[in-house]
């Protein structure tokens, strides 16, 4: 897994915004964009992606893209 | 002695929430581009003064002069809703007297929301396998829309209001096969009305915004989208090869694969994480919404009317949501 990768798999998920400035440090719950559906799609993606099961939880307790990362890494390696 | 579909109905208050009329409500928000994404571009709502069991009678009297049923051969009312006319009596007595059918008849509710039709087959088969009763009516009605807060752009974009009348009998179209049913109750909080009824009988007015900026109450409808989507994607693939299992068939022996219309964008997820063909997959939502327990029913009439069936085809039926609960059976066209 690399970050610059899954950011810009994260950034995916975003339809309108000009999404070329997320960085691992991006608050993206203050993005315009950010709702129920893009969680959703950021839940499919890893899922997709990684093979790996995000909760609701997950994204409620992260903050900046890297944290989701973080989960993400953690929870392939187990 | 085996348990059949015989007959099919459905139907859907008048008034309709278009995309647009959602748009004229919530103008910062983009429900275009969202509704396209779940595949809904409208939903029949029920008015202020037609519940749940209205339409379940509707649907029922529409089921008896489509297929030439009369009432009095009805000897069990199965009532699936989460919106039931009283506390008490069950709804399901109230809709004997109103269809005329025999008193004779046994007639009971039963709470369950998206997973409510497969659990009303699996019952009305238990019926029928024990000599209980031999023409059973299954009624799924919901009225979500009552639920949801008005400024609930979310709520009001997904849910529809419909009701569907299922006649299962000794003899019919298709068997009832073998079923596969799951509960969780630790998902209970995440697709919840807490207030209104007897453990917090008084609804709060105060306003709550969900962690996405919907506007709810602890009375209204809450829905923890991304945790639910979570839930199927977890138990659903799983659920589906249970049942397939359970039934001694293998998945391209399927001809459709009938799950809860929940929204589109989750059914295609799972669609593609079991690996089935998109022919064999059936999406009936655009025009109606999530119906809840009468998803599996309008979508399963609709596709009888669109897809070819030859003796000893198979469709696979499969609901899941609200508990959660799930439930999973093959029926066999004869």
Sequence with gaps: MNIEKFISEFADQFDDLDTSSFTAETLFKENDEWSSMTALSVIAMVDDVYAVRLTGDDIRNSKVIQDIYDIVLKKSNS | ?334
């Design chain 2, 1 to 334: 002695m085996q348990a059949f579909i015989k007959a099919i109905s459905y139907h859907l208050p008048q008034n309709q929430l278009t995309n647009a009329d959602l748009s004229a409500l919530f103008p910062e928000w983009g429900v275009e581009k969202i509704a396209n994404k779940i595949g809904i571009s409208t939903r029949h709502i029920a008015a202020e003064d037609e519940f749940a069991s209205d339409m379940a009678i509707a649907a029922a009297q529409k089921l008896f002069a489509a297929h030439n049923i009369n009432p009095t051969e009805i000897d069990f009312i199965l009532y699936c809703t989460q919106s039931p006319d009283y506390f008490l009596p069950s709804t399901a007595c109230i809709i004997q007297d109103k269809l005329s059918i025999p008193v004779k008849a046994g007639a009971l509710d039963f709470n369950l929301g998206c997973s409510g039709y497969v659990y009303g087959l699996a019952l009305a088969k238990g019926l029928i396998a024990a000599g209980i009763a031999t023409n059973i009516l299954l009624l799924t009605a919901e009225t979500y829309s009552k639920f949801i807060h008005p400024k609930d752009k979310g709520n009001r974009t997904i849910f529809g209001d419909a009701a569907a009348a299922t006649l299962i009998s000794t003899e019919g179209f298709a068997a009832i096969g073998n079923f596969e049913l799951g509960t969780d109750g630790k998902g209970a909080e995440n697709l919840m009305v807490k207030q209104g009824a007897i453990r917090y009988p008084e609804k709060s007015a105060d306003t709550v915004h969900d962690d996405y900026g919907n506007e709810q109450s602890l009375g209204s409808l809450y829905m923890n989208g991304p945790e639910i989507f979570a839930f199927t994607s977890k138990e659903i693939p799983a659920l589906i090869t249970d049942t397939l299992k359970k039934n001694g068939v293998r998945k391209d022996e399927i001809g459709q694969f009938i799950l809860h219309q929940a929204n589109r964008y989750m059914l295609e997820h799972l669609r593609k994480k079991m690996d089935i063909a998109s022919e064999n997959f059936y999406i009936y939502m655009a025009a109606i919404g999530n119906t809840v327990s009468s998803s599996v029913p309008v979508a399963l009439d609709e596709a009888m009317k669109e897809k070819q069936v030859t003796p000893q085809t198979k469709w696979l039926l499969a609901g899941f949501g609200v508990g959660y609960s799930w439930a999973g059976t093959v029926i066999t066209f004869i």
